[in-house]
């Protein structure tokens, strides 16, 4: 029956859509939530939502952003709903892009030596790291150096201008270093860069 | 531009998000300047550091849970099919109509956010996950897509190194070439969305030229700067034995230069 074929052929679909990208959404869901079983439960929601708006996705176009952008809105209601945190995006934030490129932060950073990260970061350091930033800059931070989409893409799944996506991800990175560099400091092995560079050429 | 101009735009530039124009005013003040060169090496370094890391410690979908929300959709799908067998019947028509009258222009436009989406990703400099002979990163890629990759060797280009990307939304081998002007290559399972076919065709997007060619159900989009027609000229089909033998041996040159 016709009903029948296209309701199998849509979830066939669907499914062969969703696949590739099911690893992705979770791993992004446990750095959001922080935690294993409610990034289940924020895949679960996300991928119901998906699959019964899924006659509204534009077939050939960008599957994985839409997906991506279910999940981080998924996310923020739920998110607002348990706790009342209220987002980063204050006064601050609404700074021009080049005001925040002058930022006394900036100055500093560039003024001190150059300290490079350790080759070998160890990974549960990263997620602490992570877990520490506010959402907002969470977010960005995972969709652009886990998840790779462009600074455009990111734009639309979170409706925030490119510039902001950029600010984000400029004050987000620049705090999972201190973090880093802190901790790789505590355990007395930050080198500067003459000495990271005799070290690559050593080795 | 000066010192503090490049560091407004370090982060779009290591991101490989900055227009033509702007890159290359960033990469004139590099070439010139005493002290930049070494911040930007750090920040680099330390950007792939932090993604490096980030990707090792990212966790896979556990299996019972996959099983599970494919049950739940399974369960959904059956619900939906009860109540809607009416009405999708009735829109049908109209439908398949305007799919089909919009679909060259789609298919085309396509192709460019394909160009534009592999030039971006290619400007990155992901950190690659083999480095290795072009046999071996071909065995890497082994049961990791869903279709096989080739590892095209060309004559003045050798892959030193591989690691799994996308383009758009289709997960791709992404293959790098060393030369004087090193290239990019990603390769993935294409169910004849995109506008390519088995000659190549030259597109650019972000000061990259993207040639874009295809082998059945894989396209292969090869990014690099000046990736010029002399450039076209000299990529050779896949040696026979590479490609499947249902396959004729492609020419993946544009019409005008085969024989
Ligand atoms: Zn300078």
Redesign the interface.
Known sequence: MFGFSRSNQNRAQFEALLTPWLDPLYASAVRLTRNERNAEDLVQDTVMRAWRFFEKFEKGTNFRAWIFKILTNTFINSYRRNTRERSLQDESERQSVEARFFSAELTEQTQNPEEFLLNRVMSQDVLVAIDTLSIDFRMVVILADLQEFSYKEIAEILDIPVGTVMSRLFRGRKQLQKILLAREGESAETIDLNAFRERKKLA | MNC?DL??QL??YL?G?LIAEARVEFESHLASCPTCP??V??ER???S???A??????????AA??A???E???R??NR??RL???R??AV?AGVTFAMVAGHHE?RLH?RHLYEQ?AA??HA?Q?PLEIQQSPDAIERWFGGKLDHPVNVPRFPNATATGARL??V??K?AAYIRYDSARPMGLFVFGDDH?LDVGAEAELGSSHGYNVVSWREGDVVYQLVGRDVDEQDIRELLPPAAGETPVTNPRLDVRPASLQQ
């Open positions: 503090r560091e407004t982060t779009p991101d998000e070494g911040h090496e750090v370094h330390n950007l550091t932090l993604r890391a980030m990707h090792e410690a990212s966790p896979a979908a556990p849970f996959r599970k929300l494919f739940n959709i399974a959904d799908s939906q099919q809607s067998v009416g999708v019947a049908a789609y396509q989406d971006m990703r990155r992901f990307l996308q758009r939304d997960p969305d």
